[in-house]
């Protein structure tokens, strides 16, 4: 990049970095950098989260008009939005788990060995386990929801 001209990071919170082009990273460098990494090292002493960042764009580049008949689009890649990879309904686990409750249903229709409490007691066996492998599946996935925990402070 070229210098004389400032790196722009907003953040969610409001606030906007400003750091010296000759110390960031170039822009496409840059937002690799923030899909792939939790904390980005800007310059020598700025370090931000990657979750925190809104935007980042070059001090001197056009902003989008907000009329959309004559905006105009910076040619810095925006980031992406992490999103379900697949619907639920398309997973194993619902799948394994659907074919499991359909095949307790057909053994009750088609038997007296499981009554009414019984298969409502292994349908909420079956859905507990479907919910436990959910959880194991999406943990430690990130997320971009807001958290209250993240901006706690115990000395305040």
């Known amino acids: 990049m070229a210098d004389g001209k400032l790196v722009r990071i907003g953040l969610r919170s409001g606030e906007t970095i400003k750091v010296a082009a000759g110390d960031a990273p ?8 923030l899909q792939q990494s939790e904390f980005v090292q800007l310059g020598e002493d700025t370090i931000v989260r990657t979750g925190e960042v809104a935007y980042v764009r070059l001090a001197g580049e056009a902003k989008q008009s907000e009329d959309r008949s004559h905006s105009r689009v910076s040619s810095a890649p925006r980031p992406r ?9 398309l997973t194993s686990e619902f799948v394994l788990a659907f074919a499991a409750w359909v095949a307790l249903l057909l053994t009750t229709l088609a038997t007296d060995s499981i009554d009414a409490p019984l298969f409502t007691l292994l349908t909420i066996a079956i859905l507990a386990g479907y919910l436990f492998s959910r959880g194991f599946a999406k943990a ?3 997320s971009e929801a807001w958290d209250p925990r993240e901006e706690w402070s115990p000395g305040r």
């Open 140 to 142: 430690n996935t990130p």
């Open 26 to 33: 170039d822009l496409g460098t840059l937002y690799a950098q």
């Open 81 to 89: 939005r992490l999103l379900e990879t697949k619907a639920f309904f």
